[in-house]
């Protein structure tokens, strides 16, 4: 497996997901105000074949509602061998929507007086961002959550399929990511700019265990999985396998070649950028628990809410999109804003959205997504985009 600079950068690009398949909020969408039960049920249906029709192999969506049956939809096949239908309650890899976890827990902690948003990565990690330029007295636990921290991500990557099979067990420690990053001078200045940053994110997992004594997921499942009762979420750590029920992912490590399987990996994107697994039903709890106020206090709520812009190049592909702690905000075309985070990797995209009131929430999973121009993430991102808009702006049932 490589690890040069200047390889292709196919792992980084997945890890990166979260923020291209963010994506395009501004996109021509269809709000179905007033519709009826079939005809809602029939446009999540729709939006979900959209997917599948630009070449996804499986996808899987729920729209949970208060006081009505969570709405699912599937289309595709789970195994291109098979073809067994996608499973609606499937297992995936959420990829960087494990950051909104993560960043909930960083916010429990400031609520809590352990931690400050001003705190610098020095005080915490003393000696651990130095070098080539890097300065982690100058980073803020601020800086790391809102992707402002100005360090450059520097991930190894999978040149081949042959490569994959040799080093998909193969996993990255949190000080091996950082030193990758710090070996490197910073892309910009703490706080000068904004570019999505998943090596922040590995800081913030070592800060976390740095003040509670506990690794990260340890936190995570203490303060949300466990009291929310997300009982299909998990971090699988050293555990190539996805738990059954799951649909199958795929890659195609040249272009034209052949689909590779690549569902079961370590990945090296574990650290608290990355590394959970979940369900659509588990994914939709745990937002409209944290937009509806259960697991954050109204102040660290706010903060989390406090947005700043993206950077230019992502702004072209997300219009009106904005930055939180651990959250994008995004135009819902039927008025008013949505949260979520978006995840990518090894084939996967997770899409989530949820209404600002934390009554609404959606959750799409998509596998064997297969990009090989800048046209498909686009095309991808406008479907996507749209089913989450759709199911959000559908009135019908509030």
């Not at 590779?260 to 990996?265: M, N």
Request: overall charge negative; some cysteine; charged content about 20%.
């Amino acid at each position: 497996m490589t690890t040069t600079p200047n390889s292709a950068p196919r792992r980084r690009r997945t890890l990166l997901l979260s923020a291209l398949a963010v994506l395009a909020a501004g996109a021509l969408t269809v709000g179905l105000l007033g519709a009826d039960a079939a005809d809602r049920q029939d446009r999540l249906q729709h939006d979900v074949d959209a997917l599948t029709a630009l070449g996804v192999t499986g996808v899987q969506a729920r729209l949970t509602t208060p006081g009505h049956p969570d709405r699912t939809a599937v289309a595709g096949v789970a195994d291109v061998t098979s073809r067994q239908p996608v499973p609606a309650d499937g297992y995936f890899r959420i990829a960087s929507v494990t950051k909104a976890f993560v960043a909930t827990v960083v916010l429990q902690l400031v609520g809590e007086g352990k931690l400050s948003l001003d705190d610098t990565v020095e005080s915490r990690l003393p000696g651990v961002v130095a070098g080539n330029g890097n300065d982690g007295r100058t980073i803020t636990v601020r800086d790391l959550l809102q992707h402002r921290s100005g360090l450059h991500d520097d991930y190894p990557d999978y040149t081949s399929a042959d490569d994959f099979q040799q080093h998909r067990n193969d996993s990255t420690t949190a000080a091996q990511t950082v030193a990758r990053a710090t070996a490197h001078q910073p892309d910009f200045a703490p706080g000068a700019q904004w570019s999505y940053n998943n090596t922040g994110y590995v800081l913030l997992g070592m800060i976390v265990e740095r003040v509670t004594g506990h690794p990260w997921h340890q936190e995570v499942h203490d303060r949300i999985v466990r009291p929310l009762a997300l009982d299909h979420t998990s971090r699988p750590g050293a555990d190539p396998a996805v738990p059954q029920p799951h649909a199958a992912t795929y890659q195609r490590f040249t272009e034209g070649g052949p689909l590779v399987d690549v569902t079961e990996q370590v990945g090296m994107g574990a650290n608290g950028e990355a590394g959970l697994i979940s369900t659509t039903a588990d994914l939709d709890r745990f937002l409209t628990a944290l937009l509806g106020g259960r697991l954050l206090p109204p102040a660290q709520l706010a903060l989390m809410q406090q947005t700043v812009a993206v950077g230019q190049d992502f702004e072209q592909l997300m219009p009106g999109a904005r930055d939180g702690l651990g959250l994008f905000s995004r135009p819902l075309s039927c008025g008013g804003l949505y949260w979520g985070h978006e995840g990518g990797d090894a084939g996967w995209i997770t899409a989530t959205g949820v209404t600002a009131d934390g009554r609404r929430a959606v959750t799409a999973s998509l596998s064997g997504v297969l990009i090989a121009s800048p046209d498909d993430v686009a095309r991808i991102a406008e479907a996507e985009n749209r089913l989450v808009d759709d199911a959000l702006c559908d009135r019908g049932s509030s």
